[in-house]
């Protein structure tokens, strides 16, 4: 079946250390997005990747990165330097990244820090 | 710049009752009009969304939305709600000149027996 898998579904991170979320798509989409969802907040965009090998910054990027080196990987890390990375955190693809593409989203990582 | 307000954090509805959830947004052109759906702990998926043409849009279960350019609105409805439709609902926005979607904070519907 084609589709996003995030994981892990649970994560555990102790404060100051870097921890890197997994997003995987088998659907040959181009663009590849990463969402921060906080309680009442909505979605917040933190990075983007329309073509591999290339990425932009999304709304919300301090203390985050990302790599696009394949087309079906987009991993987000999250960095010490995150202020309160505790959140819901969601990875999503579009087949060109184009504004009206529907954009197809995975279940999800759960972040807490201890 | 564009942005999206869903003014109902919550909304409770008896099931088999009708359902309007608002989402008013500002844009500077022509805005692509979208409503996504979240189970509990699970991602987002598309309901339906809307570029042009006709103003009342049909989407997946049985909702449908209208575009009313003269009010900024695009109003997400159901006739005739069902337990298994309690989720958070999330309205966006894009724009021409625009990447990416601007995601209203979301509505969450509960429904009652």
């Known amino acids: 079946d084609g589709g996003i898998t995030q994981s892990p579904k649970y994560l555990f991170r102790k404060e100051g250390q870097n921890v890197t979320l997994s997003c995987e798509q088998n659907l040959n989409h181009d663009a590849m997005y990463w969402y921060r969802q906080d309680p009442g907040q909505g979605l917040r965009l933190i990075y983007y990747?329309?073509?591999?090998?290339?990425?932009q910054k999304g709304d919300i990027a301090e203390g985050y990165s990302v790599s696009r080196e394949k087309k079906e990987s987009f991993p987000l890390t999250v960095t010490s330097a995150q202020k309160n990375p505790t959140a819901f955190y969601l990875c999503?693809?579009?087949?060109?990244?184009?504004?009206?593409?529907?954009?197809?989203f995975g279940p999800g990582t759960r972040l807490t820090v201890l | 710049a564009q942005s999206v307000t869903q003014p109902d954090i919550h909304i409770t509805v008896s099931e088999g009752a009708s359902l309007e959830l608002r989402c008013n947004y500002s844009y500077g052109a022509t805005p692509y009009l979208f409503w996504y759906v979240q189970s509990p702990g699970q991602g987002l998926q598309l309901l339906l969304k809307y570029f042009s043409g006709d103003t009342l849009v049909q989407g997946i279960k049985g909702f449908e939305a209208e575009f009313k350019r003269s009010q900024s609105s695009f109003n997400l409805r159901k006739p005739s709600v069902h337990w298994s439709d309690a989720a958070e609902y999330f309205c966006?926005?894009?724009?021409?000149?625009?990447?990416?979607?601007?995601f209203g904070k979301g509505t969450m519907l509960l429904v009652s027996p």
């Open positions: 966006a926005v894009g724009e021409v000149g625009y990447s990416t979607l601007t």
């Open positions: 990747s329309q073509i591999v090998n290339d990425f």
């Open positions: 999503a693809s579009s087949r060109t990244g184009g504004i009206t593409d529907t954009q197809y």
